[in-house]
């Protein structure tokens, strides 16, 4: 067996789960999962945080090989994790070779969602919440167009490569303001509420606050601290942003107390 490929799949395999959000203690389970189906193993050593991986494989009668990973940019995507472990699954259960394994997770990481796709579905976000919590048709066609908006200031931020923080801030400015455009629009018809709780729910770090709980329910402390930390730090970006939002145009643009 090749170990070095052994090695660089297992690798790239707990990457890709990494970048997509996985919690590190699924990471870990999959790459010891790889790493063990090596001949003559004398043991494997794997160690994940969030910002980076260190595994090391030892094979009887040969030097140990160590890899260390760092991880930038943790998003989510859910379909990857989930094609990961198949992957995973299939060559550890013997169905695939390692060189195939390898293919399919190279092909994997090059797969991109387009721009367009992605604002769809921030779009379709925005409508969900909306029927969620009871919206009208003013508040689903507000929700439409603040999302659509949403998309664009999204769109705008990656291109000029804002950091993730300031993203944040950035897109809830623009929630803000193309919510009281709407609310200007429909007036008393419109519910603020509805339209701005839905259409943060893009930007709202659910994943992060999921995987912080299970990773510390599972003993990885550091890792669940760091993501609690990120969480923290979406959601005050959000609501900062909310908050410089309202104070910036909600008075200039309902002028005379359209609010309701």
Known sequence: MDTQLLMTTA???GKLMLLSGAETYRVEDTIHHILGTAENLEYAEVLVIMTGISA???IKDEPAISLIKRVNSIGTNLSRIVSVNDISRRYCGGEISLEDAYTELDSLQKKVYRRSQY?????GICVGFSLLFGGSICEIIASFAVGAFLAICIAAGKLLKFHAFLLDIFAAIGVAFATIIMKFIFGRHMSMDVVMISCIMPL???VAITNAVRDTLQGDYLSGAARLLEAFLKAAGIALGIGIGL???SGFILNGGAMS
């Open 56 to 58: 090391t494989l030892k």
């Open 247 to 249: 104070a910036l145009f």
């Open 119 to 123: 604002s769809l579905a921030v779009v």
């Open 11 to 13: 690798m790239l395999a």
């Open 204 to 206: 709202v770090p659910g």
